[in-house]
């Protein structure tokens, strides 16, 4: 019997011929991404050595610049443990400034058939690029760091076959409400993405759909490998590539169509992802205080680009404040050089630095008493961004800046044709 990605990567990585869902393996871990809050005085303990430098990254994200004392502090811990250490991947405050799961798509620090962790709950993110990656709690982040080996519990795969291609006014967000909203929580499983629709995809609408698992509380989520992605990995790393691609015969959980082409815009009702996704039509009407698009779901060129042709020559509703938070200041860079932030900031949208920010109610965006927000980012959990008595809807950047320019939730499709 075959195995599906998941499963053959763990073997690689554990040194198996094969497994199957129920083992336990020990696995070799090739990245351990360190964030901001790995070094907060409530978590951090003094590491003595780590098992290679070469293999950690440290990236301060979650509050960034730092908004608080304590997240200061973190910081300079962060930047102690690095210079201690030599660790040379440092993503500190300015230049290659970004959410961690952002830059390691700008920089190419997953490659396919490798193992990276993080204590993110959004790591698996880096699946997009074929490869194993899951936020683990704290102490594991550091014992990985110690040892460069960590353990999981192998799970069933579900696999999503995609076909067709998206309409102009739909992206992946709305292909992963739709997901949530029919199928519910994915606990315990593996998510594999392939099928004909994935050639339309770029990598960053393909990223929404592996940084979205998170939300269907998968383990692991992972695209096969194809001439895209190898083209957007060769040049970030020099290094060969080693795709994984499913067994004809590996076993699933179960195998779902979705169909990209008739897909319409969705929107999650406030306080739960799964099991909570309506037409857009279901909210029209209901006024918001707060717009929001960012964060490592839904912060990518793509992203800005699709909001940027949304609001051009358009302005912001009054009494609505519209945030838009790049994933990385690579992308904010390459954002002004195309004239995005100028449409962007022309329609009275404040672009903030690349941070987590107003997606864990953190800085920049915090809700108040019984505001009402609409997002692009990753949960819209009561109390996440803000007042617990604050409603967070949850949509994609068109259906976000539409409803920014109209003061009340809309239609996309009303300003894209």
């Not at 396919?112 to 997009?128: E, F, I, N, Y």
Request: aromatic share 6%; charged share 25%; with cysteine.
């Amino acid at each position: 019997m075959g195995m599906t990605i998941a499963e053959k990567i763990l073997a690689r990585k554990s040194g198996r011929k094969e497994v199957r869902p129920g083992d336990l393996v020990t696995v070799e871990v090739d990245t351990v991404v360190m964030i901001d809050n790995s070094f907060t005085s409530s978590r951090w303990r003094e590491i003595v050595k780590v098992r290679d430098p070469q293999r950690i990254v440290v990236v301060f994200d979650h509050r960034a610049p730092a908004s608080t004392e304590d997240s200061a502090d973190a910081h300079r811990t962060g930047r102690r443990f690095a210079a201690k250490f030599g660790v040379s991947r440092v993503h500190d405050i300015g230049y290659d400034q970004g959410i961690s799961h952002q830059l390691v798509a700008d920089f190419g620090y997953a490659l396919p058939g490798t193992l990276l962790v993080c204590s993110d709950s959004h790591t698996c993110s880096a699946g997009v690029f074929n490869c194993l990656a899951r936020g683990v709690g704290e102490p594991d982040v550091v014992y990985s760091a110690i040892k460069g080996e960590t353990w999981f519990r192998v799970g069933e795969t579900v696999r999503y076959e995609l076909a067709g291609t998206l309409s102009a006014a739909v992206t992946t967000k709305d292909a992963f409400l739709q997901i949530a909203g029919r199928y519910g929580d994915h606990a315990t499983q593996n998510v594999e993405w392939g099928g004909p629709g994935v050639a339309g995809l770029s990598i960053p609408a393909r990223k929404t759909l592996t940084t979205m698992s998170a939300e269907l509380s998968a383990e692991f989520s992972t695209f096969e490998c194809d001439d895209a992605l190898a083209d957007w990995l060769r040049a970030r790393d020099p290094r060969p590539l080693e795709a994984v691609a499913p067994d004809a015969d590996a076993r699933y959980a179960a195998v779902r169509k979705v169909d990209l082409s008739v897909l319409e815009p969705l929107v999650a009702f406030p306080d739960s992802v799964v099991r909570n996704s309506r037409p857009v039509a279901d909210a029209a009407g209901v006024r918001i205080d707060q717009a929001f698009i960012g964060s490592c779901a839904n912060g990518t060129m793509d992203d800005l680009r699709l909001a940027a042709r949304v609001l051009a020559g358009r302005r912001v509703a009054p009494g609505v404040r519209l945030l838009v938070t790049p994933g990385s200041q690579a992308v904010f860079r390459e954002a002004a050089r195309e004239g995005l932030i100028a449409v962007l900031s022309e329609a009275g949208a404040v672009v903030t630095p690349s941070t987590c920010g107003a997606c864990g109610g953190g800085h920049l965006g915090i809700l108040g008493e019984d505001e009402t927000c609409i997002t692009a980012s990753t949960r819209n959990f009561k109390g996440r961004m803000g007042a617990s008595s604050a409603k967070i809807y949850m949509g994609s950047p068109a259906t976000v800046a539409a409803s920014a320019v109209k003061g009340t939730i809309c239609d996309p499709r009303e300003f894209l044709d």
